[in-house]
């Protein structure tokens, strides 16, 4: 069918070239977008505590706190200026800037 097509082409334009799973909170990296999906790997908001800027969720939702910054490496190397996070406003200065602030402030 014709619309199964279409579909199937917008499906692909929008397809991460790269995903990873940093401890159990999966992300997908779009460079042709500049943009990683960070889901709740790296929040701006955390929903259990509320409080703002760069952070993972809070131990409620964790089972690893420190491992759980470590694995925010593995966002960073892709360099997207964009970040969609899973709470919170998505943020426009560079991941890696997010990430150097999530690490900073630590287990929440």
Avoid at 34 to 41: H, L, N, W
Wanted: aromatic share 6%.
């Amino acid at each position: 069918m014709p619309g199964d097509r279409a579909q199937s082409k917008r499906s692909r334009a929008f397809a991460p070239q790269s995903w990873t799973c940093p401890v159990g909170h999966c992300a997908f990296h779009f460079p042709e977008r500049d943009t990683v999906i960070a889901g709740d790997s790296l929040v701006t908001l955390n929903p259990y505590r509320g409080t703002t800027g760069a952070q993972i969720v809070s131990s409620a939702a964790t089972a690893d706190p420190d491992r759980a910054l470590e694995s925010l490496d593995a966002l960073a190397e892709t360099g997207a200026r964009t970040v969609l996070v899973g709470h919170g406003e998505p943020w426009t200065g560079g991941v890696e800037r997010l990430v150097r602030s999530a690490k900073a402030r630590g287990p929440s």
